[in-house]
């Protein structure tokens, strides 16, 4: 398993998928000065959200809104800055000033960047200061309603018998879920349209619109479709049935094992940003969490969450 430096330095594999360890610099947090963050926050904070609005992570972004307000006494504006696979929004973040007052919350399509993109704007090492894990979620594969297709097995019939003439529907270039649906085709020995959007909300309308047929996304965005009786859900992404859908089956027993669709949810603050500012952002981020985990179960934003963790042994894992 590669290493947070390895990682950050592009030193992996295009065909990595995963971000086994994000690790704070938990040392250097635990023993900065609480004076180094002196009158912080002194001015509104920005929250960039790299997606479109009504996607999950900008529903999770807004449900923490309230609750990082009133820990830290100042103003949070959520700005969606969304395109190119998280880039655009991570770029604004990057090039801020690194004094706390710009947050950017992330997918595991961050760090699938640093193994799939030639050039990024930025370098993730130096420009960006991890906080915290937020959640980690299974995805959901749902297809449109008006397909006959009941279940997996169905759905690869289907597109079988209909050699690339399904299209499925990302948040981006390669984002998790397209990686993913790749790979899951590979295996279905099918061939399907790939049609990025900015976001997972974008991509869970053109679903229910019926412009595409598939989508691998989170609950969040995907379950209004699914109330409205306009999007079918096919399977869940753990190895394990999720609480939330007992009685849908997973990617794995449906013919694929040991096939995992899960993202984690990640929260970043511009690099070189003082460490007693880090640490006070993580101890507001892990209130909010707290806050909140209840709502993130119940309003099924976003399935099974694990939420939250300590400046001292932070990991994110991604799919």
């Known amino acids: 398993m590669e290493s947070l430096n390895a990682m950050w330095r592009g030193r992996v594999s295009r065909q990595a998928v995963v971000w086994p360890a994000l690790v704070l610099a938990s040392w250097a947090v635990a023993t900065a000065p609480a004076s180094a963050a002196g009158n912080y926050p002194n001015r509104p904070i920005r929250f960039v959200v790299p997606v479109a609005a009504g996607s999950g992570v ?16 100042q103003p949070v504006i959520v700005e969606n800055r969304s395109g190119a696979s998280l880039i655009i929004g991570a ?37 960006f200061e991890p906080i915290t894990t937020l959640v980690k979620n299974p995805l959901l594969l749902a297809t449109n309603a008006k397909l006959p297709a009941r279940t997996l097995t169905e759905f690869v019939a289907l597109a079988k018998a209909k050699p690339a003439k399904f299209n499925y529907a990302t948040p981006g270039t390669g984002s998790v879920p397209h990686l993913l649906i ?5 295996r279905a020995g099918i061939k399907m349209q790939h049609v990025p959007y900015r976001g997972g909300g974008p991509a869970s ?6 412009e595409t047929q598939l989508a691998l996304l989170s609950p969040a965005a995907l379950q209004p479709h699914i109330q409205s009786g306009k999007v079918r859900s096919l399977a869940t992404g753990d190895l394990a049935r999720d609480p939330e859908f007992r009685d849908l089956p997973t990617i794995a027993e449906s013919g694929f094992p040991d096939f995992e669709a899960t993202q984690w949810l990640g929260l970043l603050t511009t690099g070189r940003t003082p460490k007693a500012i880090v ?3 993580n101890v ?30 932070s990991s994110w894992h991604s799919t």
């Open 58 to 73: 900008d529903i999770v972004a807004r449900l923490l809104q309230p609750y990082l307000e009133k820990s830290l006494g």
């Open 284 to 313: 507001a981020f892990n209130r909010a969490l707290n806050e909140i985990s209840g709502l993130l179960s119940i309003s099924e934003t976003s399935g099974t969450s694990r939420c939250g963790d300590s400046g001292a042994s």
């Open 91 to 127: 770029d604004a973040a990057a090039k801020a000033a690194p004094d706390g007052h710009t947050l950017l919350i992330v997918t595991s399509t961050f760090t699938v960047n640093v193994a799939t993109q030639t050039k990024l704007p930025f370098e993730v090492e130096r420009d």
């Open 205 to 210: 309308v053109s679903v229910a619109a019926g």
């Open 279 to 281: 640490q006070r952002l």
């Open 182 to 186: 790749e790979m899951l085709s590979a």
